[in-house]
């Protein structure tokens, strides 16, 4: 960090003395530089206050009043009755004052067009676009755009995950190839997916891609932001585009492969609803032995249901919230700490067709009056209430996919032709 500070104020001792030259050669006599600071203001803030320039500027109140009085002699700016504000007066230029300020506004461009003659304009672009970016994070108002990407954005796409899986995680030129060998590829085609860039004034941090594979499926490939402008919510903008276009075409599913390393990454898949399906170690990327450094690759599966099932989970949350408070029999003591069990693990989204199945056995136990209809007879209304709930999404889910639960200690309990786990 202080290597960083110490670099911020070489360039302020620069800029000082830049400005000041400024200064000399453009603000002789009236007005002076900071009276057309007021002005300027006055020009892009109509009808303010002192208090807004004194916020803005940074002028003591004496400081900034003898300016106003001045101005206002000169017939630069006119005070008005601040009708819901008595106590203030709003200032505005008056057309003298427009005109003035037009002349030094022309007068200063003027002067940094000379002083910039002699550069290459690729050289002044790149200061014009750093001076726009450094104001932008100075001011914490970063202006990120999102756009759609074309063929002229994927030698950036290539060339930031050979920086981001050189740096941050070291990866051999195996990785690298593969990389290129997919967006050679899409050259071929660039119709037959979407890329979206996000942008820093001109300066591109971020992208991400929706394609589809060689069996028509979707795959959400090349998520990636500059590691200097992580923080800044780039990663969740470019998700939120993709996942745009995925609901406005009626994408019932999307899958991504990814590495275990890449935490933040994960965390915003969960946030959009994509769920862990599948794990392996991956043998070929590794800069380093495999004991030591074992790359874990992961596949993320979105499906339209998902998106379905978040909001059942809100109302199940609401459910157990509202059973968890109203229900103080002792005779449910130890039911009542398990619902708050699965309150916790429905909101650190934990998979949900567990916790459901979980629930269910957990209500049945506490209960013992199963009757023919799968209708809880002895509980407190608002544990049936939870029990009708989840039931029926239990039924709706594919038998083949709530097998899998088996490992978790549901035992299938065949009733006719019918499978109901407990």
């Known amino acids: 960090m202080d290597k960083n500070i110490e670099k911020i104020r070489v360039f302020n001792r620069f800029y000082a003395n830049y400005f000041n030259r400024f200064e000399k050669e453009l603000y002789q006599g009236f007005p002076s530089m900071n009276e057309a600071r007021v002005m300027a203001f006055l020009h892009f803030h109509q009808s303010s206050t002192a208090t807004d320039i004194q916020d803005e500027l940074g002028f003591d109140k004496g400081q900034l009043s003898k300016m106003l009085t001045k101005l206002e002699k000169k017939g630069i700016l006119k005070r008005t009755l601040n009708h819901e504000d008595r106590r203030h007066y709003l200032l505005d230029l008056t057309n003298s004052g427009e005109e003035l300020h037009k002349k030094l506004a022309n007068k200063a461009r003027t002067y940094l067009k000379n ?28 202006d990120i755009k999102i756009r759609r990407g074309n063929m002229t954005d994927l030698g950036f796409i290539a060339d930031l995950h050979s920086r981001i899986y050189s740096t941050e995680i ?81 994408i019932d599913e999307v899958y991504l492969w990814t590495v275990d390393e890449l935490t933040g990454a994960r965390n915003l898949y969960r946030k959009f609803k994509f769920d862990l399906s599948e794990s392996k170690i991956n043998n070929d990327w590794s800069d380093h032995p495999i004991s030591d450094h074992p790359i874990h690759e992961e ?31 002792n005779k449910y003591k130890n039911f009542r700490k398990e619902l708050l069990n699965y ?10 067709i567990k916790i459901m199945l979980g629930l269910r056995s957990a209500l049945l136990q506490a209960d013992l009056t199963l009757n023919l209809k799968q209708r809880i007879s002895g509980l ?3 544990y049936s209430d939870i029990f009708k709930f ?28 019918t499978v109901k786990y407990f």
């Open 380 to 382: 407190p209304d608002e």
């Open 299 to 329: 596949k993320w599966l979105y499906r339209k249901e998902n998106e379905i099932m978040a909001d059942e989970k809100t109302e199940l949350m609401r459910l157990i919230d509202t059973a968890y408070n109203n229900v103080q029999n």
């Open 343 to 352: 309150y916790t693990a429905l909101n650190n989204d934990e998979d949900y």
């Open 390 to 417: 989840i039931d029926p999404q239990l039924k709706k889910i594919d038998s083949k996919i709530i097998d899998k639960y088996s490992h978790y200690g549901f035992v299938p309990l065949k009733l006719g032709s």
């Open 170 to 250: 070291p990866f051999n030129p195996i990785f690298h190839k593969y990389v290129l060998q997919a967006l050679a590829k899409l050259t071929d085609d660039i119709s037959k997916g979407f890329i979206w860039i996000a942008q820093l004034d001109n300066r591109r941090v971020g992208t991400v891609s929706l394609v589809q594979d060689t069996t028509g499926k979707y795959q959400l490939r090349w998520f990636a932001v500059d590691p200097d402008y992580q923080g800044l919510g780039i990663g969740t903008k470019l998700l939120n585009s993709l996942m745009d276009q995925v609901k406005l075409d009626s």
């Open 115 to 142: 002083s910039f003659k002699d550069y290459n304009p690729s050289i002044l672009k790149i200061i014009a676009d750093d001076v726009s970016e450094t104001q932008a994070l100075f001011q914490q108002t970063e």
